[in-house]
């Protein structure tokens, strides 16, 4: 199994940044692409960005140009690093980690780090 623990969220008034980690443990070997999911209240859970092995990254529309997706392989660590914060930021943020084949179709989910944005 994979374990996956988030850090960083927290209370930034609009215009601000914050820098979400997520901490990969236990069968790392399994992963493939990890990345950050949000929900906000009485909303669905959305993608915000994902990154590869390799690198190749992937980003919501919403949050293009604002947030940074990145990955440290040896420490088995992504990052999110959120700048021009917006009050529709607020939600819940869930590190994600799929699996590699044979694991190909396995998510794995963080417990969720909270952010809100004030006006």
């Known amino acids: 199994q994979v374990q996956l623990q988030e850090s960083g969220g927290g209370l930034m008034q609009a215009g601000g940044s914050l820098t979400l980690s997520c901490a990969a443990s236990?069968?790392?070997?399994?992963?493939?692409?990890m990345g950050w999911y949000r929900q906000a209240p009485g909303k669905q859970r959305e993608l915000v960005a994902t990154i590869t092995r390799d690198g190749t990254t992937n980003y919501a529309d919403s949050v293009k140009g604002r947030f940074t997706i990145s990955r440290d392989n040896a420490k088995n660590t992504v990052y999110l690093q959120m700048n021009s914060l917006k009050p529709e930021d607020t939600a819940v943020y869930y590190c994600?980690?799929?699996?590699?084949?044979?694991?190909?179709?396995?998510?794995?989910w963080g417990q969720g780090t909270q952010v809100t944005v004030s006006s």
């Open positions: 994600n980690a799929n699996g590699r084949a044979p694991w190909s179709g396995t998510d794995y």
């Open positions: 236990g069968s790392v070997f399994r992963i493939n692409a």
